[in-house]
């Protein structure tokens, strides 16, 4: 089942965010294939992260927490609020996603 992750940065934590996200990447790495999607949260100025939204499969919500809780962003405290919800894609992607 696919698990959306929306998570929100703490105030203050850019320079904490650009610091573990080599690791952040690494960790994701390892459940690419499983990546429905991924990527930050912007500012309304396009550049400025401000949190992670991510879908990911996994067996179970307990699995999905706990890869979570191992996730270098939530070990480091970037994260302020974290959300973890099962999600059923109904649509096709056609907007923001590269060309076949």
């Not at 699995?63 to 099962?86: D, I, N, Q």
Request: glycine share 8%; charged share 25%.
């Amino acid at each position: 089942m696919i698990f959306v992750f929306h998570l929100l940065d703490k105030p203050g934590s850019a320079a904490l965010r650009e610091e573990i996200r080599p690791a952040h990447k690494a960790y994701l790495g390892a459940v690419a294939e499983r990546i429905a999607f991924a990527g930050p949260l912007l500012a309304d100025d396009g550049q400025a992260m401000l949190g992670s939204l991510l879908a990911i499969d996994f067996d179970h919500r307990e699995a999905a927490e706990r890869w979570l809780a191992g996730e270098p962003f939530t070990r480091a405290g970037v994260y302020e609020t974290r959300s973890v919800l099962p999600f059923r894609n109904l649509w096709p992607q056609k907007a923001g996603f590269p060309a076949p």
